[in-house]
């Protein structure tokens, strides 16, 4: 945001870390062990026996293949036939494009209220901010609400949480919050700019600086999006390819704003194929003025995007987003426009 009315932007330059669920789970594959696999046994015999004798207690190649075959079948059925059918791109299902908005668009409203609303509306998720622009909710969510109360209120509205936005206040603060609700996405800033010649082990510093709130992150079933932002590390293309390139973390990942991709000049959609699968969250945000930052209420065509996102399976909801106060009645009516277009645009 590049509104000189506003507070300085702490995302700018500044880390403020956290998290998500990571890995497969017993759902995704589940193997079977040794003991399972009963007709895949190999005997130890001696192949130099006369006659071959021996080599009717061994196993040629082929047989223990088609041994170990059967008793994976037999010891998996169903879940791992599911499992190898998935991996199939022509039998994974279409990629659906699930909605979500942040809290901060009703800051003037309780934790309670804006949660309300932002399920009236038909969002599936809710992005809750820290107290950036004096946004009250994950600072009342943490010293009120506590994990068990913040779960209650978010299963009383259907909302799935998408993550915290901890841009004030640092990641360490809410860690055992976002671990007590199941664990989910932190998003924070960088680090300042750069020199193109300095890229890399700049980018190669931040990433090892981050190391302490990676391991927080794993021990609170969390992950770590770092987003991008104007005069910043990570800024243009050439920033995210060197942190994909340099990222290997599965904690770690990345958050795309491209009302400041937009604001460089750069393609929304390379930057989202650059990104690939350590995109963990994307807010769905324009360079426009007030509420023209917002889908469908701009110039700008989401279906690109859209699709750029399909292809690079992106596994997160897509944000609907914007800086700047708007009363809560007619942000609703502005989000309500936005959420027709998005829907209209995924199914194009």
Known sequence: MTDQSKPPDPRAATPSPAGGV?????????????GDITGA?????DHSGAGGKSFDRTLTRRRFIQHAAAGVAMASGPLLS?????????????WRCRLSTSSILFKGLPIEEACARIAALGFEAVDIWCAYDKCPHLDDAATRLGPSGLKALLAKHHLQLCAFSVYVGGYPKYAELLGGVGGGVAIQGSAGPCKPEELTARMRAFLESLKPLIELAEKHNSRLAIENHGNALLDGPDSFKAFVDLNTSPRLGLALAPYHVQAGGASVPEVIRICGRQLLF????????????????GPTDFKPWLRALAQVDYRGHVNAFMHGHVEADAM????IKSRDYLRQCAKS
């Open 22 to 34: 990571i890995g497969l789970s017993k759902d995704d594959v589940a193997l079977p062990t040794a």
């Open 41 to 45: 046994m190999i005997y130890a015999g």
């Open 82 to 94: 599911r499992s190898f059918a998935a991996a199939k791109p022509e039998a994974s299902p279409a």
């Open 282 to 297: 994307f807010y769905a945000w324009q360079n426009q003025p007030e509420t023209g930052q917002l889908p469908g209420l």
């Open 332 to 335: 609703s009516a502005a989000l």
